[in-house]
């Protein structure tokens, strides 16, 4: 029989070699420190520099950490999901490899999961118990805004932070948002938070630590076919009705 933990972590990573020392670094002593029951699974989505071999360099001692790897970039979304599909926690979660997010707000996701049994927990930034250490670039943070807005009128939901990397969930739950997955990048929270809605199980917002880590992704390119992506992706939930 396979044995269950509490808690799974899962850490999608693409190109990561520059950040992701310090941050998994961070995250292992931190959870040999403060977790009893859990497993940290970096997902490496086909990235082309040495994220796989500092990982596997960083985790060989760790027998309750292991990384998935593939060679095509599938995207974040697509990471998560294999991480979810390996996790044999009870309570599957997943955090950012750049270290925006502090490995310490684990054990409040926790804390929140253990006392109210929420389905699904996510991180906001967007919240005036939040800490924010180094803010983002006025460019970014206004995108960020209207990302918000654009996604919560399109798709009915009255999330503050859909774009926020720190999420958690019930396993089953997991599972059952994540399969039949339409879209694997940019746009895959507000997917599944779509679905999260649409399935009425409980959400919580929780305050988090965060601080802004230089080295992102996004091309000037992409917000306009991220936006163009929604709505393709609102007319299929539509025509599904």
């Known amino acids: 029989m396979t044995e269950t933990l509490e808690l799974s972590i899962v850490v999608p990573a693409y190109n990561e070699q520059l950040r992701i020392t310090s941050f998994l670094k961070n995250l292992l002593n931190f959870s040999k420190k403060n977790l009893d029951s859990y497993e940290i699974i970096i997902v ?68 929140i999961y253990r006392k109210y049994d929420y389905d699904v927990i996510i991180g906001t930034r967007i919240d005036e118990r939040s800490s924010i250490e180094n803010p983002q670039p006025i460019s970014r943070k206004v995108l960020s805004l209207i990302f918000n807005l654009y996604s919560n009128i399109l798709f009915r939901l009255r999330i503050n932070d859909l774009l926020c990397g720190f999420k958690g969930f019930k396993k089953e739950i997991a599972m059952r948002i994540f399969q039949d997955l339409k879209s694997f990048r940019w746009e895959f929270d507000v997917e599944i938070l779509y679905k999260v809605r649409k399935l009425e199980y409980s959400l919580y917002q929780i305050p988090i630590k965060w601080k802004h880590e230089e080295g992102s992704k996004i091309k000037k390119s992409d917000p306009f076919f991220i936006f163009l992506n929604l709505f393709k992706l609102r007319l299929k939930f539509f025509k599904k009705k």
């Open 44 to 111: 490496d989505d086909g990235s082309n520099d040495n994220t796989y071999q500092i990982v596997k360099d960083l985790i060989k001692d760790y027998e309750n950490t292991k990384i998935i790897t593939y060679s095509e970039n599938k995207g974040k979304g697509y990471a998560v999901f294999q991480g979810i599909l390996n996790a044999i926690g009870e309570f599957v979660l997943f955090i950012d490899a750049d270290g925006s997010t502090p490995p310490e707000e684990i054990k409040n996701m926790i804390k």
